[in-house]
């Protein structure tokens, strides 16, 4: 389905251009040609594997592996497991000027290697993306539906590009439906997890940031410390 969701990183203008959450079927039908976009696409393996043909290259992907094709390679799938499970996100990202260094290093880390590969299996990133599948499958085109996908697709972007970077994410700004979205993940491990042993140091991984960089974030977004927020949660 076409969203055309638009939101900016830095001065980068980004867009969350399509979703299918489920073309398994349509695969194995033989509807899918040798093809390209104008734009990244990116092939989340849910369950299952398949085999891609990118450029003159193939690519082997199996359960919860994510693909980044980039703009105008000629791509199709080969073959997939009978129990293959993927979904497909089209996301444009605009090349930006030379002068903005800090955006360029964003764009090129999607696009600087050719096709990417990467485990998301078991992480935020894989949690962000069943989420998006949600939301498509829920029928709803509202207003909330679509900034709902509209801040996931960014924190979405965001949390891919320190994946692919390695960068400290403190050097990206986060939009305020970004940052909302980030507290709904805190929130959420914090109603789980509360009664048991688990650490900051664990829900700093599970958000790809540092303990420090948690620390800051809860303090700002609450205005309270770990323990003080996990404290008010068991009360």
Do not use: W
């Amino acid at each position: 389905m076409r969203y055309d969701l638009d939101f900016f990183i830095g001065s980068v203008t980004c867009m969350l251009v399509e979703l299918q959450p489920d073309n398994s079927v349509e695969r194995r039908q033989g509807k899918y040609y040798e093809h390209y976009h104008p734009c990244f696409e990116l092939h989340y393996i849910e369950r299952g594997e398949a085999s891609y043909l990118c450029g003159s290259k193939t690519t082997e992907a199996s359960t919860g592996t994510l693909l980044i094709i980039p703009p105008r390679m000629y791509h199709k799938e080969l073959s997939s497991s009978e129990d293959a499970r993927k979904m497909t996100l089209t996301i444009d990202i605009s090349r930006p000027s030379k002068a903005a260094e800090a955006d360029c290093d964003f764009y090129n880390a999607f696009s600087g290697g050719g096709v990417l590969s990467v485990s998301v299996k078991d992480s935020l990133l894989e949690e962000e993306l069943l989420k998006l599948k949600r939301l498509s499958m829920t029928g709803d085109s509202d207003f909330i539906t679509r900034e709902k996908m509209r801040a996931l697709a960014h924190t979405f972007t965001v949390d891919l590009y320190h994946l692919l970077s390695k960068e400290a994410p403190s050097k990206t700004e986060l939009s305020k439906d970004a940052a909302i979205t980030r507290e709904y993940e805190i929130d959420t491990f914090m109603a789980l997890n509360f009664m048991s042993n688990s650490s900051r140091d664990e829900l700093a991984e599970k958000l790809h940031v540092s303990p420090r960089q948690l620390h800051r974030i809860i303090k700002k977004s609450y205005g309270k410390s770990y323990r003080e927020k996990l404290l008010e949660i068991r009360l």
